[in-house]
């Protein structure tokens, strides 16, 4: 099993450029997660889909932040436009129903000058 | 979900067992208790997870108590590569339901 896996590993942009972070969650899982963390704040979660349908989007920073699963094995975070303020690490998780256990990928580490 | 309250850190000499307590006095019947670890530059992984019976698993144990106000996770024999901060998180266990942070406690483990 390849678990869950993110794309880029690292992002190096400068602000006001758009970044788009990636994630193929398990196969057959019905729940992706998208979480971020910094040293300040933690880990947070950001947004969540069950069957690729957006559940909670309350930790979303605002309206420059977007995601999207239009499928069940692929889902992208968006940042438009981005700010020093977005460098970050970010989780990507997934998790099967009647499981619950959540398996999170390697992460994407964004750096914004 | 109900607060969790761990120690800031803890240490452990290689070999021997980690004991890792959280406090959860504000549980509700419904809530799991869960156990994530993330070690360094990695994402988070799941441990353990119990409602009111102590669970063991290949990784750990969990202990909870008769009131479920606390519960106790134990690496029996840690080792160098258990160092991480680990995370206790109360949750209803609901299809997709999403996981809280805190801010664990960092456990060093000592050769």
């Known amino acids: 099993d390849a678990g869950v896996i993110q794309s880029p590993r690292h992002e190096v942009t400068e602000m006001g450029q758009e970044v788009t972070l990636r994630c193929k969650p398990i196969s057959g899982h019905n729940s992706l997660f998208w979480y971020r963390q910094t040293m300040m704040r933690g880990l947070e979660l950001l947004i969540y889909?069950?069957?690729?349908?957006?559940?909670?989007d309350s930790g979303m920073p605002e309206d420059r932040f977007s995601a999207k699963m239009p499928n069940a094995s692929f889902s992208t975070l968006k940042i438009q436009p981005s700010e020093p303020r977005d460098s970050a690490v970010y989780f990507c998780a997934s998790s099967l129903a009647r499981e619950y256990e959540q398996y999170f990928g390697p992460g994407t580490r964004l750096t914004v000058t | 979900d109900a607060k969790t309250t761990q120690p800031t850190s803890m240490d452990c000499a290689e070999g021997r067992a980690a004991n890792l307590p959280c406090n959860h006095s504000?549980?509700?019947?419904?809530?799991?208790v869960y156990w994530y670890r993330q070690i360094h530059s990695q994402g988070p992984q799941y441990i353990i997870h119990g409602l009111k019976n102590n669970e063991t698993n290949e990784m750990a144990s969990l202990i909870i108590t008769e009131d479920r106000k606390s519960s106790t996770l134990i690496l029996p024999h840690a080792t160098l590569r258990d160092t991480a901060v680990y995370y206790c998180?109360?949750?209803?266990?609901?299809?997709?339901?999403?996981?809280?942070f805190g801010a664990g406690t960092i456990l060093r483990v000592k050769s």
């Open positions: 998180i109360v949750r209803v266990a609901e299809y997709g339901n999403k996981l809280v």
């Open positions: 889909f069950n069957n690729n349908v957006p559940i909670d």
């Open positions: 504000t549980i509700s019947g419904n809530e799991y």
